[in-house]
């Protein structure tokens, strides 16, 4: 009932920039709290940013922090990662997900509280 297509992934040099989109398919997008994940090479899954579904709550994966922001446009089906002074260590695979059940508060950062998730998207920074 929910699909998620995640674009925008790029070769991209050091202190870059880039944004990523990912499109939602279901009516009750409103209502998805919306997470950024990635997973680098040879690495676990991670989490990246979150943001809840009133849009009251974002979390950052403190390495990201003031670079990355996380946003939603709810009237789009969109949320978006805007990445900013790319490093090398963010090289990875960028999957967005949507946790389908969570209060308007809710930003869960473990990836198993998300039900659906888009296909990834490469992100490869240079040096």
């Known amino acids: 009932q929910v699909q998620l297509v995640e674009s925008g992934g790029r070769l991209v040099q050091a202190g870059g920039s880039r944004r990523l989109p990912c499109a939602a398919s279901?009516?009750?997008?409103?209502?998805?709290?919306m997470g950024w994940f990635r997973q680098g090479p040879g690495k676990e899954r991670e989490f990246v940013a979150g943001?809840?579904?009133?849009?009251?709550?974002?979390s950052y994966l403190d390495s990201v922090k003031g670079r990355f922001t996380i946003s939603r446009d709810n009237a789009k089906n969109t949320v978006y990662l805007q990445m900013n002074s790319l490093k090398p260590e963010d090289t990875a695979v960028y999957y967005c997900?949507?946790?389908?059940?969570?209060?308007?508060?809710?930003?869960?950062?473990?990836?198993?509280?998300?039900?659906?998730w888009g296909q990834g998207t490469q992100v490869t920074v240079s040096s």
């Open positions: 997900a949507a946790d389908a059940d969570a209060r308007p508060m809710i930003v869960a950062v473990r990836s198993y509280e998300y039900e659906y």
């Open positions: 943001i809840s579904w009133s849009g009251g709550k974002i």
């Open positions: 279901g009516r009750t997008f409103s209502r998805y709290a």
